[in-house]
T-cell receptor, first 112, second 112 residues
Framework: LAKTTQPISMDSYEGQEVNITCSHN???????ITWYQQFPSQGPRFIIQ?????VTNEVASLFIPADRKSSTLSLPRVSLSDTAVYYC?????????????WGAGTKLIIKP | KAGVTQTPRYLIKTRGQQVTLSCSPI?????VSWYQQTPGQGLQFLFEYFSETQRNKGNFPGRFSGRQFSNSRSEMNVSTLELGDSALYLCASSSRGGLEQYFGPGTRLTVT
């Protein structure tokens, strides 16, 4: 699996747009990029997944440049309830040797 | 569709005992993965079951085992509990495995 690097923590304010960037220099041709959100003492929640360019859903947007060595999760107009840990994962499921490896994630704190 | 359910939600056990945790995946999902989450080690992959077969396994000792039934429900067993096994145990289901997984609320295990 490609290794990912994310900032350990970020702060922002309510109403702002937040962009969290993930670096994955060794991404393979078949790899997809997936982001999860986790609140304390809860299981992670799938947010968005993409392969290239831009993907948007009702929660977030995912921007992936042409070289795919990084990706940016964009959260529009955040609120206090967006305070959580955000994880970026990269891989090509599934195969017999496949397992998800989770990094430390980015702890996002939204202030009033 | 009902989400992933895990029982029990909280458990207190004594060192040396064994414990069985249960997970019911989203209807139609055939892949169930188990994770251990602790403040120090983060989210760590235990194993994945797909159609009643263990397909992937993480780096945990043999005290950690699991199984999956024909209805895709899964159980995880930990024998000879140690203090270090205290953690949040998360179950995730997926239609075929891989990056898009749906997590349950977790079972908080405390070993005393």
């Amino acid at each position: 699996l490609a290794k990912t690097t994310q900032p350990i923590s970020m702060d922002s304010y309510e109403g702002q747009e937040v962009n969290i960037t993930c670096s994955h220099n060794n991404i393979a041709t078949n790899d997809y990029i997936t982001w999860y959100q986790q609140f304390p003492s809860q299981g992670p929640r799938f947010i968005i997944q993409g392969y290239k360019t831009k993907v948007t859903n009702e929660v977030a947007s995912l921007f992936i440049p042409a070289d795919r060595k990084s990706s940016t999760l964009s959260l529009p107009r955040v609120s206090l309830s967006d305070t959580a840990v955000y994880y970026c994962l990269v891989g090509d499921p599934p195969d017999s040797n496949y397992q998800l490896i989770w990094g430390a994630g980015t702890k996002l704190i939204i202030k009033p | 569709k009902a989400g992933v359910t895990q029982t029990p939600r909280y458990l207190i056990k004594t060192r040396g005992q064994q414990v069985t945790l249960s997970c019911s995946p989203i209807s139609g999902h055939r892949s169930v993965s188990w994770y251990q989450q602790t403040p120090g080690q983060g989210l760590q992959f235990l194993f994945e079951y797909f159609s009643e077969t263990q397909r992937n396994k993480g780096n945990f000792p043999g005290r950690f085992s699991g199984r999956q039934f024909s209805n895709s429900r899964s159980e995880m067993n930990v024998s000879t509990l140690e203090l270090g096994d205290s953690a949040l145990y998360l179950c995730a289901s997926s239609s075929r495995g891989g990056l898009e997984q749906y997590f349950g609320p977790g079972t908080r295990l405390t070993v005393t």
